[in-house]
């Protein structure tokens, strides 16, 4: 949970239907309330489960074997899920009505992790009843760069004192047969899968969905999935046509689902550990700008 200080250095925006608060470290995501019902949509970050809430991943999704990768030969060292989350060091680049847009760029620090020169932008923007997270990343540097990028939010189920966990489900639009890649105990994806949908476009959220960890959707089908309560209908949805695959994720009986776009994906068990050939990984030429847009749309 947020302290007084931490919450009086938050940005927040407004249209007639959401409000939105912005954390300034990471570009957190931290709120995303229907004014028109007064719910919060977003996990609020509870340390004693899951203390964050919507980090946003760059340059690398998940784990790294042993938490690090080469580049030319070198060795570098990086957290799971990359430097953004947590970083302290991003700026507010502008803020109108109904956007806000933080950048982060490449230091003396950040290249001793990570060995290119680049921008990363990230915009939230109200459109009526969607808000629209943008990424923008740069390539500043005179070779090409190589990167993940994610987005990793948390909404709130079930949403009233009279449900259940299990009165949600998550409904992607069409049918599909879906096959979940097994994360081993160090957190890399392993070629052993799980069904998960036969021919069904439904995946009921249950307390032990999640004991082996994410379920991990490579190149998915769909792009667009909606969290509902078999009480109240539609929740809320997520589209990600910018995104190949999609993590779905919680604590083990932790009030909230994440669904998450991804570009990239977690170290496999057969890693070479070489950047350039890291499964998932996106390519960026030198002066290319990259961009990739999913949107929350509460219903």
Partial sequence: M??????????Q?????????VNPVGAELSSIK?????????????????ASQAPN??????????????????????????????????RLKSKTENELVFELQFSEESLKQYPFKFNFEIAFKLN???????????????????????????????LSENEDYEDYYLEFDQKLDLRSYLLNKEGLVSERTEGILDNENKIWLKKDLFENDALIFKNIPSKKVV????????VLSVEYSDFKNLGIWAKPNAPYVCIEPWLGIADVEGTDQNLKTKEGIEQLEPEEVYQATYVINIH
């Fill in 13 to 21: 925006i407004k249209n007639e239907f959401l409000s939105i608060t």
């Fill in 2 to 11: 947020l302290t007084e200080e931490e919450r009086n250095k938050m940005h």
């Fill in 57 to 90: 991943l760059f340059p690398v999704i998940g784990v790294l074997k042993n938490g690090e990768y080469t580049f030319e030969g070198k060795t570098y060292k990086m957290p799971k899920h990359g430097f953004v989350r947590y970083n302290k060091n991003i």
């Fill in 227 to 234: 969290l509902k309560s078999k009480n109240s209908g539609a």
């Fill in 128 to 158: 009526g009843k969607n808000l629209e997270v943008s990424h923008q990343v740069s390539n500043l540097d005179e070779k090409t760069m190589y990167f993940s990028l994610g987005g990793h939010p948390a909404f709130n189920a079930p």
């Fill in 34 to 50: 229907n004014l028109e019902t007064g719910i919060e949509h977003l996990w609020q970050g509870n340390p004693e489960i899951w």
